[in-house]
Structures are given as structure tokens and as C-alpha cells.
């Protein structure tokens, strides 16, 4: 098992740039794939970003390429979403997860073990 936690969110404007952390505890994220999600009102966990074990490898989403970019921090056992250019569009509660049976992330939500609490990002127009 592993525990997450989400940090970052925040109210910003459009064309703005957050950074969200998602500090990882239990197993060493070397070992595991971690992906980010984001679910917005009356919508269904959509995936933005996933990293692969110990970071060789990222993947990003059609809608934020280009804008968002993941990252992981092995000494920290940490896991950045660094969105840049953001748009109304992006306004959801962002949740990271941890794959612990791949090594490279998948878009399936159900492929997920674990799971944080979410962070709020709100983009103003």
C-alpha cells in the first residue's frame, strides 16, 4: 500500500501556472507508476499525466500537451504536476494514484491501487 497526499491547488486566472505536489509514503515510488487525474463537477476522473517507474518514461494527455508537464523526485518520494497556460477548462479537484502492479502508466482509472484525497484547481477567465 501506498499513501498520497496532494498539495498545490489553489484559485488562479487564466494563463496562470500551479505546481502540484503529491507526496508519496509506504513504498518507494521507484518501484511504481504513478498517474494524475482530474474530475471536474458531473464528469468522470479523466487522466491528465502518468510518469512510469522511477520517471523513464512520461505520457500526457491531448489536452494539456504542451502546458503540463510530470515529474518525480525519487529523494523526495515526490510526484510534480507542473501546469502552465491554464484555462478555465482545467478548473477540477486534481488527484494522484499510484499503479503498483505496472511499471508504466496507463489512462485506466481502474488500474489504480491507490488513491489521494484531491486538490482543488480553480482557473478564473
Known amino acids: 500500500q501506498v499513501q498520497l497526499v496532494e498539495s498545490g491547488g489553489g484559485l488562479v486566472q487564466a494563463g496562470d501556472s500551479l505546481r502540484l505536489s503529491c507526496a508519496a509514503s509506504g513504498r518507494t515510488f521507484s518501484d511504481y507508476a504513478m498517474g494524475w487525474f482530474r474530475q471536474a463537477p458531473g464528469r468522470g476522473r479523466e487522466f491528465v499525466a502518468g510518469i512510469s517507474r522511477a520517471g523513464a518514461r512520461t505520457v500526457g494527455a491531448n489536452s494539456v500537451q504542451g502546458r503540463f508537464t510530470i515529474s518525480g523526485d525519487t529523494a523526495k518520494n515526490t510526484v510534480y504536476l507542473q501546469m502552465n497556460n491554464l484555462k478555465p477548462e482545467d478548473s477540477a479537484i486534481y488527484y494522484c494514484?499510484?499503479?503498483?502492479?505496472?511499471?508504466?502508466?496507463?489512462?485506466?482509472?481502474?488500474?489504480?491501487?491507490?488513491w489521494g484525497q484531491g486538490t482543488q484547481v480553480t482557473v478564473s477567465s
Open positions: 494514484a499510484a499503479d503498483l502492479r505496472r511499471p508504466h502508466p496507463t489512462a485506466f482509472v481502474n488500474y489504480y491501487d491507490n
